[in-house]
């Protein structure tokens, strides 16, 4: 059987592809994508001591990179940005990654982990409420329910912790710079396509990120860099960002912005899973019993037919 190229994409699917499979690709992207981001938590400890602004712009560079790399070997089109186009692109890059990582950085600096996470663990919410006041159209009552499960699922696989309120203002930073991160791409999805949206966002973090870490860290704060931080920034560009977004952005394209906001639920899971063979800490009752429910709410909000 002959397959065709997702436009903008390259994925390559069956051309008489029912609703039905694209929403099943779509959430088999979203999962493996949010199982990459959960990776992250893994080589984070490792990087306590660098220069983090400095090593995500390093970061973003690697991934614009392989971007490009990706490109020239499956003849991938990178699409050039339109008009308003360049200013959604800035949105995405600008809140959803650098602003982003400010929040994490210095949020975690007022805050226990676990506080930013839970702000993370929100975003089903937010993506799932959003477009639908933007538009005016009520969403569907069970992506709205399957994103309250989810999100209370993800509080408690994460767990709570002790803040102050500069902590709790950059954990509400976090959670909007997180949904912004998809909701910003989705109305330029369609014309460029999870590629040109990944990698236009990408290289203009690395500019963004390079002026944070030039102010904040010193312009030599790159020569600090050691072996372990340098393999740490490769993996976060090649799996946490080139493959990760790739996935997302064609997740968010097939199944529009609430229902895949539900797969960002997988992160806490797959971060606590990951936990397991890395530093062998076995989950307890309660990563259990969230993860659980982190199942029940994917059920929910998935199963529920896609309007229109």
Same mark, same amino acid.
């Given at each position: 059987?002959?397959?065709?190229?997702?436009?903008?994409?390259?994925?390559?699917?069956?051309?008489?592809?029912?609703?039905?499979?694209?929403?099943?690709?779509?959430?088999? !992207?979203?999962?493996?994508?949010?199982? @990459?981001?959960?990776?992250?938590? *893994?080589?984070?400890?490792?990087?306590?001591?660098?220069?983090? !602004?400095?090593?995500?712009?390093?970061? /973003?560079?690697?991934?614009?990179?392989?971007?490009?790399?990706?490109?020239?070997?499956?003849?991938?089109?990178?699409?050039?940005?339109?008009?308003?186009?360049?200013?959604?692109?800035?949105?995405?890059?600008? *809140?959803?990654?650098?602003? !982003?990582?400010?929040?994490?950085?210095?949020?975690?600096?007022?805050?226990?982990?676990?506080?930013?996470?839970? +702000?993370?663990?929100?975003?089903?919410?937010?993506?799932?409420?959003?477009?639908?006041?933007?538009?005016?159209?009520?969403?569907?009552?069970?992506?709205?329910?399957?994103?309250?499960?989810?999100?209370?699922?993800?509080?408690?696989? &994460?767990?709570?912790?002790?803040?102050?309120?500069?902590?709790?203002? /950059?954990?509400?930073?976090?959670?909007? @710079?997180?949904?912004?991160?998809?909701?910003? +791409?989705?109305?330029?999805?369609?014309?460029?396509?999870?590629?040109?949206?990944? !990698?236009?966002?990408?290289?203009?973090?690395?500019?963004?990120?390079?002026?944070?870490?030039?102010?904040? &860290?010193?312009?030599?704060?790159?020569?600090?860099?050691?072996?372990?931080?340098?393999?740490?920034?490769?993996?976060? *560009?090649?799996?946490?960002?080139?493959?990760?977004?790739?996935?997302?952005?064609? *997740?968010?394209?097939?199944?529009?912005?609430?229902?895949?906001?539900?797969?960002?639920?997988?992160?806490?899971?797959?971060?606590?899973?990951?936990?397991?063979?890395?530093?062998?800490?076995?989950?307890?009752?309660?990563?259990?019993?969230?993860?659980?429910?982190? +199942?029940?709410?994917?059920?929910?909000?998935?199963?529920?037919?896609?309007?229109?």
């Amino acid at each position: 059987m002959t397959t065709e190229a997702l436009p903008d994409t390259g994925v390559p699917r069956e051309p008489a592809a029912t609703p039905h499979r694209g929403m099943l690709l779509g959430i088999v !992207f979203a999962a493996a994508g949010m199982a @990459c981001v959960g990776s992250s938590v *893994a080589v984070s400890t490792a990087i306590t001591d660098a220069p983090l !602004f400095t090593l995500q712009s390093v970061r /973003y560079a690697v991934a614009a990179a392989l971007l490009l790399v990706v490109a020239r070997v499956t003849g991938w089109r990178v699409p050039s940005p339109r008009r308003r186009e360049w200013l959604w692109l800035a949105g995405v890059a600008g *809140a959803g990654l650098v602003l !982003f990582n400010v929040g994490v950085v210095r949020g975690v600096a007022h805050a226990e982990p676990a506080v930013i996470g839970v +702000a993370v663990a929100a975003v089903p919410m937010l993506l799932a409420i959003v477009p639908a006041v933007a538009t005016r159209i009520l969403p569907a009552r069970g992506v709205v329910i399957g994103a309250t499960v989810v999100t209370a699922g993800a509080v408690l696989v &994460e767990g709570f912790g002790r803040t102050d309120a500069a902590g709790i203002g /950059y954990a509400l930073l976090v959670l909007v @710079c997180e949904a912004g991160f998809t909701l910003l +791409a989705v109305p330029v999805l369609s014309r460029l396509g999870a590629f040109g949206v990944s !990698f236009h966002s990408v290289w203009m973090a690395t500019a963004g990120m390079a002026v944070v870490g030039v102010a904040t &860290e010193g312009p030599a704060a790159v020569t600090t860099l050691g072996t372990t931080d340098l393999l740490a920034a490769l993996h976060l *560009a090649a799996v946490v960002t080139t493959l990760a977004f790739l996935l997302w952005f064609t *997740a968010v394209d097939r199944l529009g912005s609430g229902r895949a906001g539900l797969l960002t639920g997988v992160v806490p899971v797959s971060a606590a899973a990951l936990g397991v063979p890395l530093d062998g800490v076995v989950p307890g009752p309660m990563v259990w019993l969230g993860t659980a429910v982190v +199942a029940a709410g994917l059920v929910i909000g998935l199963s529920e037919r896609r309007r229109g």
